[in-house]
């Protein structure tokens, strides 16, 4: 019993920091205004990792590179505690955990991007006018613009955060396969 309350609240702490990593390199390529609450709060939590790998990995592309890096890390870091939870040894996770450790980065996204569409989908229907909705149509406009282009209006209805959510189940099913593959080799 202890082990699975031990797993969920290490599943929840590095889900939520991994996924603030990687939404702070996401409001960075699509140029969020820094001075909003959002920002600002995740800017919070996150510049402890970002600001000393910056020293040493820089920003190329448009992508702050030293978020990516203290995401890998970070699921690196739950990798080797999960193990040594469930009692195998820390070490078992190298090599081949450093793979695992890209695809879970990559989860984190899958769901991360689910997340802020759900919740922009339930804004959009309770509260049209909410503070959080310009951020949230700013950061996934984006990823549903194409989707737009394939998938048309329905009645007046907006159906491409359906699709892009299903989009990300099916990423989310692909990445549970490959990290099994990565974790078997």
């Given amino acids: 019993m202890l082990v699975e309350i031990a797993r969920l609240l290490l599943d929840l702490v590095f889900s939520l920091f991994g996924a603030l990593l990687l939404l702070r390199v996401w409001m960075q390529a699509t140029r969020l205004p820094p001075r909003n609450p959002l920002s600002q709060g995740v800017f919070q939590f996150t510049n402890w990792i970002v600001l000393p790998l910056r020293r040493i990995v820089p920003g190329v592309g448009g992508i702050d590179w030293a978020c990516v890096i203290g995401a890998w890390l970070a699921a690196i870091a739950y990798l080797v505690l999960i193990t040594a939870v469930v009692g195998v040894s820390p070490v078992s996770v190298f090599p081949r955990g450093l793979l695992v450790a890209l ?27 909410a503070t959080a909705m310009p951020i949230l149509q700013h950061l996934l406009d984006p990823l549903l613009r194409p989707i737009r ?29 490959l990290s099994l593959f990565f974790a078997t080799l």
């Fill in 149 to 177: 282009r394939v998938i048309p209006m329905v009645g007046g209805f907006d159906l491409s955060p359906l699709g892009l959510f299903l989009l990300m189940q099916i990423l989310l099913i692909v990445l549970a396969r």
């Fill in 103 to 129: 695809v879970l980065v990559a989860k984190w996204g899958a769901n991360l991007v689910m997340w802020l569409t759900l919740l922009m989908a339930v804004l959009s229907w309770v509260n049209p006018r």
